[in-house]
């Protein structure tokens, strides 16, 4: 699961160390086996930083193995979309997924960027990989589906959140995010979990309604082999 807010009290997803043990627990039962913790970098809301995110991930290795919860924890962040990003990931004050050249990019939900494409280009040009985050869930795919379509062509990934495929965010977030499956623009599925109720850490649900369109193979592909590459750049 590379897209976790799994961190206690870092951003809007586990509260306190009992809530991300919990989630660890869910993620273990779930057949998880290694999360990236990526907290949301979000300037003027969430300052995280690369050495902030690893000290946290340390403190909470250390709490999981205490606890007996077999989860191995790696780093990223679910970086917003500014101006800052790019420089922010050259200082690694913005990390990457696991020090590969994979990081998640976050658009804005409600409002389409200004020349997103371009942007996004941008990254691919500095030589990482963009992970756009949850395409399905923005409010403005409808009116610009075909810039998603064209970064994945151009050297972007896209990350689709396992609860849209099974209706969790509603009817919109789960008709775009089979549509971006059914025309093979999907790359990883993820759970963007943030704690124990609504938006839990589970992996298997999304598998198994992926496979509905994709198949169990390219399914398998989607949250084990993929992922598992990243991880080794």
Not at 122 to 141: C, D, K, M, N
Not at 170 to 188: C, F, K, N, S, T
Request: aromatic letters at 6%.
């Amino acid at each position: 699961d590379l897209h976790c807010h799994l961190l206690p009290g870092i951003d809007d997803g586990a509260k306190h160390l009992d809530d991300s043990l919990a989630m660890a627990r869910l993620a273990v039962d779930d057949g998880i086996r290694v999360t990236a913790c990526t907290p949301h970098i979000y300037p003027g809301l969430y300052e995280n930083t690369g050495e902030g995110i690893r000290v946290g991930i340390a403190a909470l290795a250390d709490a999981l193995a205490g606890a007996g919860i077999a989860l191995e924890l790696v780093a990223g962040a679910d970086a917003h979309l500014t101006p800052q990003l790019l420089p922010r990931l050259r200082a690694t004050t913005a990390p990457t997924l696991h020090g590969s050249r994979y990081f998640l990019l976050e658009p804005p939900h409600h409002v389409a960027p200004p020349q997103f494409r371009g942007q996004v280009a941008s990254f691919v040009a500095a030589g990482y990989v963009p992970v756009i985050t949850h395409p399905e869930r923005l409010t403005w795919i409808a009116e610009h589906y075909d810039d998603f379509v064209a970064c994945a062509q151009h050297g972007a990934w896209l990350q689709v959140t396992s609860g849209s495929l099974t209706g969790d965010f509603g009817r919109d977030a789960r008709y775009w995010g089979e549509r971006l499956l059914d025309e093979g623009y999907v790359h990883i599925l993820a759970t963007d979990a943030h704690g124990l109720r609504a938006r839990r850490p589970e992996l298997a649900k999304g598998e198994a309604a992926a496979a509905r369109f994709v198949g169990s193979e390219e399914a398998a592909r989607l949250v084990h082999e993929r992922p598992a590459a990243i991880l080794r750049d």
